[in-house]
């Protein structure tokens, strides 16, 4: 089958399509047929070897973390899905590859797709979905009236994050550039800073939460927008003790996360607020919860642009450009 493969990491052609053989699925797991992939930033920070500490794929791999498709093969312990059935993920790490015409994805990592999307909206959802699920309901635990400070509102995280902040009925604030405003105020943000003119820590006090999701500047800016006993999430890192402890890596990472860390876990001490990282998690159940919310009119999907599958450089290269309004996908069939 066709799939797009890295034979090496920081290589300078960034990867190549090329064939690999279909993959037999395992009893807990079913084939898919890809009939769309969604590219995130983790794709490019994976291949560039950006996450090989955290994540050490083995080279050569197929890339790709979203995906949704068709089901054409079950495996002998598989109970909730069927041949025939339109489903989508974000398939766990280790059993990525989702740039490809196949994919064998276990069942627990599955939800059917929503039925009012197409294939292409159907994969610019999962991963970011489960972020913005994540960061605001599984660690903030964001509830009706509080405030929360969602950063660039009109990325593939921030677009999807804003519409699950105004479903729960809390308050966002959001950044973006002057010709995104329109767009994030159309999904329900409340108060919106243009970041290129105005500084959001002038602006906003008081906040419960924080969806941090850009550079080291932002996020200490950010912790001073809290009010006491406020959360940062930050899923742009520095990743935390709690983090490395999560994942199991060796004592010499752990140490390495301790350190990077370090500096920031301190300031927030100091002004009484908390910060964690968070690296999202492949999860069926949760997947399956959004397919609700989306059924229902709740959140919708932004898309910014379909690529062919034969220009995926040029999608994943969109996505780097920093400049995507809503997600970018891939579309196989
Ligand atoms: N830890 C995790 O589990 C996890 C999961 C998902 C994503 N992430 C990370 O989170 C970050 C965001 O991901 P994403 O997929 O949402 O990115 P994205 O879709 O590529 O973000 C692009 C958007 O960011 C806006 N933007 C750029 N610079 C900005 C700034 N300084 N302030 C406000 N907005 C700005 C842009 O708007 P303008 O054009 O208007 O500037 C553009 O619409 C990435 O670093 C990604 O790797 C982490």
Request: hydrophobic residues 45%.
């Amino acid at each position: 089958m066709k799939a797009f493969i890295i034979d090496k990491y920081k290589s300078k052609d960034g990867g190549r399509i090329g064939q690999v053989p279909v993959p037999e699925p395992q009893a807990d797991e079913v084939l898919v047929e890809v009939h769309a992939a969604g590219i995130n930033l983790l794709d490019s920070k994976i291949s560039n070897g950006e996450f090989k500490l955290i994540l050490p794929y083995k080279t050569p791999f197929v890339l790709g973390h979203d995906v949704a498709g068709i089901v054409t093969k079950v495996g002998a312990r598989v109970q909730q899905f069927k041949v025939g059935d339109e489903v989508y993920a974000r398939p766990a790490d280790h059993r990525i590859g989702t740039f490809a015409e196949f994919i064998a994805i276990k069942e627990a990592d599955l939800a059917l797709k929503p039925k009012k999307l197409s294939m292409e909206q159907a994969a610019s959802i999962p991963l970011v979905g489960l972020t913005a699920w994540q960061a605001l309901i599984e660690k903030g635990n964001l509830k009706k009236g509080q405030k929360v400070f969602i950063q660039a509102g009109s990325g593939g995280v921030g677009t999807f994050a804003i519409q699950l902040a105004k479903y729960l009925s809390a308050t966002v604030a959001t950044t973006t550039s002057a010709a995104n405003i329109e767009l994030v105020k159309g999904l329900g943000a409340d108060v919106v800073i243009d970041y290129k003119k105005d500084d959001f820590e002038k602006i906003l006090n008081g906040y419960d939460l924080v969806l941090n999701s850009q550079d080291g500047k932002t996020l200490e800016k950010s912790l001073r927008v809290l009010k006491l006993g406020g959360k940062l999430i930050s899923i742009s890192g520095p990743p935390d003790p709690d983090f490395a402890e999560e994942i199991g890596v060796p004592w010499f990472v752990k140490l390495i996360m301790r350190l990077l860390s370090s500096g920031v876990r301190k300031k927030a001490k100091r002004l009484n607020v908390g910060f964690s990282f968070l690296f999202m998690k492949a999860n069926g159940a949760q997947l399956k919860e959004i397919t609700s919310l989306i059924n229902s009119g709740t959140i919708i999907p932004v898309v910014d642009k379909v690529f062919p599958f034969e220009l995926i450089k040029e999608a994943i290269a969109y996505v780097e450009s920093g400049r995507a309004k809503g997600k970018v996908v891939v579309k196989m069939k």
